[in-house]
T-cell receptor, first 115, second 112 residues
């Protein structure tokens, strides 16, 4: 358990509405990530953060923005949700282990449905 | 762009059997490779991480190998148990890219 929580765990919203998903970690890890998982595509990186206020785009960043004002929280925002953003969203942190290179650990996921 | 393929997409075996899951990737310039398991409706659990300089890693009944030059990794599960039933995901990490690339997984069912 890497102390990662995601909220909400489930959300149904309508097209055109803004949505914010929250990822919270308790262990002060520097790197945090947002992925989405869709059938037939596997997980794909949306955005990641390498410190407070330091973020970068991933493979599928269009339509998403992120913010990290505190080490422990990484927010993913859909400014105007579309049906193509219906997905399961996973947050992850990078956690180094003694003597081993870093490993990513994942939160429980948020299932988002955009009607 | 890194492409990851996992074969087979689904596998059903009787309890106690040894099995091998395969993963291939197109770009051999990787930093490391991770294997995860995912239970239905759940998040991902990290199983093993192999650094690019390593050939294999072992954890209990699991052994993962990496042949970076040929773009292949295998996950060997010994003496399979019903509790091993899950989807197994392979994810190489791009060198310096800070990004895991995932395959679509192998869905394993172990029959009691």
């Amino acid at each position: 358990d890497a102390g990662i929580t995601q909220s909400p765990r489930h959300k149904v919203t309508e097209t055109g509405t803004p949505v914010t998903l929250r990822c919270h970690q308790t262990e002060n890890h520097r790197y945090m990530y947002w992925y989405r998982q869709d059938p037939g595509h596997g997980l794909r990186l949306i955005h990641y953060s390498y410190g407070v206020k330091d973020t970068d785009k991933g493979e599928v960043s269009d339509g998403y923005s992120v913010s990290r004002s505190k080490t422990e929280d990484f927010l993913l925002t859909l400014e105007s949700a579309t049906s193509s953003q219906t997905s399961v969203y996973f947050c992850a942190i990078r956690k180094g282990l003694a003597g081993v290179t870093d490993t990513q650990y994942f939160g429980p996921g948020t299932r988002l449905t955009v009607l | 762009k890194q492409e990851v393929t996992q074969i087979p997409a689904a596998l059903s075996v009787p309890e106690g059997e040894n099995l091998v899951l395969n993963c291939s990737f197109t770009d051999s310039a990787i930093y490391n490779l991770q294997w995860f398991r995912q239970d239905p409706g759940k998040g991902l659990t990290s199983l093993l991480l192999i650094q690019s300089s390593q050939r294999e890693q072992t954890s209990g009944r699991l052994n993962a190998s990496l042949d970076k030059s040929s773009g292949r990794s295998t996950l060997y599960i010994a003496a399979s148990q019903p509790g091993d039933s899950a989807t197994y995901l392979c994810a190489p990490e791009g060198d310096g890219a800070n990004n895991l690339f995932f395959g679509t997984g192998t869905r394993l069912t172990v029959i009691p």
